[in-house]
T-cell receptor, first 117, second 113 residues
């Protein structure tokens, strides 16, 4: 089946630095990718939707200058947390779908744990 | 806007017992519905999905779910739970066109041996 891979699975960074998380679709072309954030024991909150070759669409309350999303190819989207702070520590999950139409299955990556110290 | 409600935050069942996890949605038309499972510290795995057609959907690992339009529900069931089923379960809905998912708050399943 389709596979979505995230890297790194765990990352620790110092406060004030930037960290990049990659999301790759391994055996299909992902026209749309989604980035979610999940706090411990809570549900997934959609941060942004990225379409290949265009700017990401951010959900209300998500700082686009802090969470930079790039979807430069049909198999790769990146999330960069800029000037990270401890409150940015969280579990970040991406998902991908192969077409823009309705009714398509959405596949999730394994998630990335970010700890800001 | 669409929303998803999972009324049960925690559920504990004995191994071998049957299971039903509740999910209710709010949306004007027929939504596309999903159930995902998440083990601790892991990503989400798709259990099953409903797009149209037969309202009883079979999924992986022996799970099934039934779409009931009159009740706006999409409950997940399993006739006999295994200890390895202990995990967090999320119901999700997307309304088509954007493939954006809205998740319920999740139900934590604990299985007693």
């Amino acid at each position: 089946g389709a596979v979505v891979s995230q890297h790194p699975s765990r990352v620790i960074c110092k406060s004030g630095t930037s960290v990049k998380i990659e999301c790759r679709s391994l055996d299909f072309q992902a026209t749309t990718m989604f980035w979610y954030r999940q706090f411990p024991k809570q549900s997934l909150m959609l941060m942004a939707t990225s379409n290949e070759g265009s700017k990401a669409t951010y959900e209300q309350g998500v700082e686009k200058d802090k969470f930079l999303i790039n979807h430069a190819s049909l198999t790769l989207s990146t999330l960069t947390v800029t000037s990270a702070h401890p409150e940015d520590s969280s579990f970040y999950i991406c998902s991908a779908t192969s077409a823009g139409g309705s009714g398509n299955t959405i596949y999730f990556g394994e998630g990335s744990w970010l700890t800001v110290v | 806007a669409q929303s998803v409600t999972q009324p049960d935050i925690h559920i504990t069942v004995s191994e071998g017992a049957s299971l039903e996890l509740r999910c209710n949605y709010s949306y004007g038309a027929t939504p596309y519905l999903f159930w995902y499972v998440q083990s601790p510290g892991q990503g989400l795995q798709l259990l099953l999905k409903y797009f149209s057609g037969d309202t009883l959907v079979q999924g992986i690992k022996g799970f099934e779910a039934e779409f009931k339009r009159s009740q706006s529900s999409f409950n997940l069931r399993k006739p006999s739970v295994h200890w390895s089923d202990a995990a967090e379960y999320f119901c999700a809905v997307h309304t088509g066109g954007g493939n954006k998912l809205t998740f319920g708050t999740g139900t934590q399943l604990k299985v007693e041996l």
